[in-house]
């Protein structure tokens, strides 16, 4: 795995690494277990938005995206027990199945509404780690090293053509600058 890769070499340069931002994709955790992790709650905002679309259409999705869209406003304290209290009110909502004409089969009519509210579950205990770990003064979003990554493609872009290891050459030259 390459984030595995990242942190072997990283470590092998005498970096020693306290905390980790990561973007919630799968498998990076596992490469970071021993470590605090903080998922970015800018990423996680948007995992809810792709759920539940730009304008959910129901009262609950209206409310989740709402309240995942105060990720980076309150505390884990409240957050977790707003969305607790959300899942309490739509609960029957979330449970609602539909079924084909034969009733033999069924899913979940709402189904990204669910899928977007595990996904807020599932990644809860790493959405507030930098309120967690003050110490280790970790961000909440890893929007400062996105925007470092977005300027970098910009300037590969502006030499495309280049062969690989030109490629490779620019890039350590960016980084080492």
């Keep these: 795995m390459?984030?595995?890769?990242?942190?072997?070499y990283l470590e092998a340069a005498g970096f020693s690494i306290k905390a980790v931002v990561i973007d919630s994709k799968h498998g990076i955790r596992g490469v970071f277990t021993d470590l605090?992790?903080?998922?970015?709650?800018?990423?996680?905002q948007q995992i809810v938005?792709?759920?539940?679309?730009?304008?959910?259409?129901t009262q609950a999705g209206q409310e989740l995206k709402?309240?995942?869209?105060?990720?980076?406003?309150?505390?884990?304290?409240?957050?977790?027990?707003?969305?607790?209290d959300w899942h309490e009110k739509w609960r029957g909502f979330l449970t609602e199945r539909t079924y084909t004409p034969d009733k033999k089969h069924w899913w979940y009519t709402h189904r990204r509404l669910r899928a977007a509210y595990r996904s807020l579950t599932t990644n809860l205990p790493y959405l507030f780690s930098c309120q967690r770990y003050p110490e280790l003064n970790i961000p909440n979003t890893n929007n400062s090293l996105e925007g470092y990554f977005s300027k970098l493609k910009k300037l590969l872009n502006n030499h495309n053509g280049l062969k690989k290891w030109r490629r490779y050459k620019?890039?350590?030259?960016i980084l080492n600058d």
């Design 2 to 8: 390459v984030y595995a890769e990242a942190r072997r």
């Design 36 to 44: 605090v992790v903080q998922i970015c709650q800018y990423h996680q």
């Design 49 to 57: 938005g792709r759920y539940l679309t730009a304008r959910p259409k």
């Design 66 to 84: 709402l309240l995942a869209g105060s990720l980076t406003k309150i505390d884990e304290k409240l957050f977790t027990e707003l969305l607790k």
């Design 170 to 173: 620019l890039i350590e030259a």
